[in-house]
T-cell receptor, first 112, second 115 residues
Framework: GENVEQHPSTLSVQEGDSAVIKCTYS??????FPWYKQELGKGPQLIID?????GEKKDQRIAVTLNKTAKHFSLHITETQPEDSAVYFC???????????FGSGTKLNVKP | GAGVSQSPSNKVTEKGKDVELRCDPI?????LYWYRQSLGQGLEFLIY????????KSGLPSDRFSAERTGGSVSTLTIQRTQQEDSAVYLC?????????????FGPGTRLTVT
């Protein structure tokens, strides 16, 4: 089955700096890679996603890159703000979306 | 509009008791997922429902776990003879389903504590 690894487990940055979170996956059949933000006491919320036929996708301060050959994908947050502080999860899913495999999460702390 | 709702929000039960957790997906969403999230961990897939198709139960950790989805809407996750290791947050998500309708919307979860 699929194995998704996520690094780092914790990340502390100064407000305004950039943050990068990296994930690797093992199953070449995976072709959908979403990223979620989870705030305390709430369910995860999708913030950006990418399909395997795209190498990079950007939405304002958030971008995701995908290297299908190397089986890794990354989340980039620029100009971080204190409200970006949360736990971020990457995930991978095969083409029929019947299940999603999640990374172990990264706790991001943005210091004002 | 209304999002995914789950009930109860918290459940404390004694070891050996059965529990039922409920998920109300977004209206019109044909796909429904259950996940388990242990403290400080990622989400562990449990089960997937898509329309009237047979559910994908490959993530259920033991035969004490079962789930139903009645009428293609509300789903119930049942844990029989609960054990302390079942303590976790149980999350439900729904999506429109279909080849390009895959964005998952999560509920707030049910925190289960087995004493």
């Amino acid at each position: 089955g699929e194995n998704v690894e996520q690094h780092p487990s914790t990340l502390s940055v100064q407000e305004g700096d950039s943050a990068v979170i990296k994930c690797t996956y093992s199953d070449s059949a995976s072709n959908y890679f979403p990223w979620y933000k989870q705030e305390l006491g709430k369910g995860p919320q999708l913030i950006i996603d990418i399909r395997s036929n795209v190498g990079e996708k950007k939405d304002q301060r958030i971008a995701v890159t995908l290297n299908k050959t190397a089986k890794h994908f990354s989340l980039h947050i620029t100009e971080t703000q204190p409200e970006d502080s949360a736990v971020y999860f990457c995930a991978a899913s095969p083409h029929n979306f019947n299940k999603f495999y999640f990374g172990s999460g990264t706790k991001l702390n943005v210091k004002p | 509009g209304a999002g995914v709702s789950q009930s109860p929000s918290n459940k404390v039960t004694e070891k050996g008791k059965d529990v039922e957790l409920r998920c109300d997906p977004i209206s019109g969403h044909t796909a429904l997922y259950w996940y388990r999230q242990s403290l400080g961990q990622g989400l562990e897939f449990l089960i997937y429902f898509q329309g009237n198709s047979a559910p994908d139960k490959s993530g259920l950790p033991s035969d004490r776990f079962s789930a139903e989805r009645t009428g293609g809407s509300v789903s119930t996750l049942t844990i029989q003879r609960t054990q302390q290791e079942d303590s976790a947050v149980y999350l439900c998500a729904s999506s429109l389903g279909g080849g390009s309708q895959y964005e998952q919307y999560f509920g707030p979860g049910t925190r289960l504590t087995v004493t």
